[in-house]
């Protein structure tokens, strides 16, 4: 009993108001009220509305989440006060003992390091159990992932060795190339120098020359004025006047010889020991830099660099010939993709019921208004998010309860902000304003189970039927104009095809067949096979479960992968070109294999549903 009046108020708190007694594994309801795990689950089993509970004290309706009773939150500050009275009341609480908060039965408790809550023995061995198989998990999540990784690592560098052994041969022959063209460069110099002193030699030889010719002319002029002066006419008798003049003349004539003598001696020299003269001519030289000037500079002229490869990006698609019609394909990608640099993760989203969560979200789009639309396939709703994650509004089926979602999966945006949503179980598509308001319901012929919407300019739908495992062609009044492909593992053939989407030129259309773990592309027009590509498994160009599917504004196809937990980037040619490993472990107890569809914001970004997850990523 209690012995104050704060005891009697902590003995209300801790009461549940259906047994009467303490509470057990306390859960609290939406609107505040706190009842035993183990009363509210009698009371869910014995209401004919097995989805919803009604409170026992203010009467107010709550949905049964997913989880059942498990997913009330639990309500630890009640659970706090059982134990607080237990501590304070000799012989325990007045109904006898602990309680386990997870059976409820009264004993013996030990708080789990794990949860936190006070559990008995054998739930705290069941918790032990439950974390010991979920590090199991994780760990060979991990070790599948080292495997991926130490796989690609090695893959990456016998790809790099050999990139690299090429490009050191294709500079080895660029040296030699080089230097060939060096040498004969050389040689056409050496051909001119050789030249250059041929002239020389000539040159000099023809200036020598002409100066012979001058000194010869000189002594014939001295010699005939000298033998004029000595040898007087014999006609007259010479006095000493005329003599004297004659001896004048002579000596002056011989001066001229000296000087002659003179000219001829610095043209030439004496040797000792020799009568004979020697020439001594102007000299023809060559001059050059030092060898080792020579050698550095020649290998100034080039240098070995060691450089980063160009743009891996170039690998894609975009070829600036190719032009696009507007299309509904490309409306969305104003910016040509780039896969290989490190991206910034956004995600948004949580299990739930409320405005701005999520259960099992399944398709997804983006409008001209770059907001990203949202299938919320269990919540029975299509939830509007801004670009960067910001809940913005949500619409069911029908403002006035007629109608209500059920499993739904595609959705697909016009040029107008018309959201059409595929409703699998009613095999149905419904138009919708971007405010949510009906526009008109299209009701499918053959008990087809729609998933992934495409639409062309001239407003035919392509839908994927995965009940009948083909590909249906509707035009906008809703009457079927083709079949595409029926059941089966040949080309053209499908099992279970999920997305799809046209290129921007809406001459092909590129299905994921996800039965088949495979990519297959036909023609828009007449439905004929053009090229398939992949098999199942993990490495490149291999699928578990494809599923999403776009096309970039190069021209690239990207797979969601799903199982694999990556996207694939492929050309039009079906040719590999990267993947992009996809965040799924973001917060405990995440689930792999969850992504489902794709789509892309004006800036490029990537935005997938993560379906297990109940989140959208934006990456």
């Known amino acids: 009993m209690a012995t104050n009046v704060a005891d009697d108020q902590l003995e209300h708190l801790i009461m549940c108001a259906v047994c009467l007694e303490t509470l057990k594994s306390p859960k609290m309801l939406y609107c505040g009220h706190t009842f035993c795990k183990i009363c509210l689950t009698s009371i869910v089993a014995k209401s004919r509305k097995r989805d919803v509970l009604c409170c026992p004290e203010c009467r107010a309706e709550h949905k049964v989440p997913l989880q059942g009773i498990d997913g009330f939150p639990d309500n630890r500050t009640a659970a706090a ?26 004993t013996q408790t030990h708080k789990c390091d794990h949860c936190g809550k006070s559990v008995c023995n054998d739930c705290l061995e069941f918790h032990a159990s439950q974390l010991l198989h979920e590090t199991k998990r994780l ?34 022959t660029m040296v030699k190339e080089f230097t060939e063209r060096g040498i004969e460069a050389l040689k056409a110099v050496q051909d001119e120098w050789i030249k250059e002193i041929a002239l020389a030699y000539e040159t000099e030889s023809e200036s020598f020359g002409a100066k012979e010719e001058e000194l010869e002319i000189k002594i014939v002029q001295i010699l005939s004025q000298l033998d004029a002066a000595s040898n007087p006419s014999s006609d007259t008798k010479p006095d000493i006047g005329s003599l004297l003049e004659l001896n004048k003349e002579c000596r002056k004539r011989i001066g001229q010889i000296g000087d002659l003598k003179e000219y001829v001696n610095s043209e030439t020299r004496s040797t000792s020991g ?22 550095k500079n020649f290998k100034g002229l080039g240098k070995i ?42 995600y948004f989203g949580k299990a739930g019921e409320e405005f701005g969560e999520l259960l099992f979200p399944w398709g997804v789009a983006v409008n001209k208004d770059d907001e990203i639309i949202v299938a919320d396939d269990e919540n029975a709703r299509v939830h509007f998010f801004s670009h960067d994650g910001q809940a913005a509004r949500i619409f069911h089926a029908s403002h006035d309860g007629s109608h209500n979602f059920k499993y739904i999966s595609g959705l697909l945006v016009d040029d107008n902000n018309t959201v059409i949503v595929s409703e699998e179980s009613s095999a149905k598509l419904h138009f919708y304003t971007a405010g949510g308001e009906v526009e008109k319901t299209v009701d499918l012929v053959n008990g087809e189970k729609p998933r992934g919407i495409a639409m062309d300019l001239a407003e035919n739908l392509y839908i994927a039927d995965i009940k009948n495992h083909c590909v249906l062609k509707y035009n906008s009044n809703g009457e079927l104009l083709n079949t595409y492909g029926l059941k089966g593992s040949n080309v053209g053939q499908f099992i279970q095809p999920s997305f799809l989407a046209l290129t921007p030129d809406e001459e092909k259309l590129i299905v994921s067949d996800t039965g088949n773990n495979r990519i297959q592309i036909l023609s828009a027009k007449t439905g004929d096979f053009i090229l398939s590509f992949g098999t199942k498994g993990k490495y490149d160009c291999e699928f578990d479960g494809p599923c999403g599917v776009v096309v970039d504004q190069a021209g690239n196809i990207l797979v969601v992968d799903s199982n694999n937990n990556r996207i694939q980037v492929f050309n039009m040619q079906g040719q590999f070109v990267t993947e992009i490993s996809l965040p799924w472990f973001l917060e405990p107890l995440d689930n792999p294999g969850g992504f489902r569809d794709l789509a892309l914001l004006k800036d490029g970004k990537m935005v997938l549903t993560d379906h297990l997850n109940h989140r959208v990523i934006v990456l």
Request: glycine share 4%; hydrophobic share 30%; net charge positive.
């Open 305 to 346: 660099k060691v450089s980063s490869p160009p743009d891996q990006s170039s690998k894609l698609n975009s070829d600036s010939s190719i032009t696009y019609k507007s299309s509904r394909a490309a409306k969305c990608y104003d910016v040509l993709p780039d896969y290989f640099n490190r991206r910034q993760l956004l």
């Open 81 to 106: 006060f059982v134990e607080l009275y237990a501590a304070k009341t000799p012989g325990g609480l007045p109904n006898a003992g602990m309680h386990c908060l997870e059976c409820g039965r009264t």
């Open 274 to 295: 020799d009568s004979k003269f020697k020439s001594n001519p102007r000299r023809v030289e060559f001059q050059h830099v030092k060898a080792e000037t020579f050698t």
């Open 139 to 172: 760990a060979d999540i991990f070790k599948k992932e080292v495997d991926v990784v130490s796989r690609r690592f090695y893959e990456t560098k016998e790809a790099y060795t050999q990139q690299l052994k090429k490009s050191c041969d294709e500079a080895q």
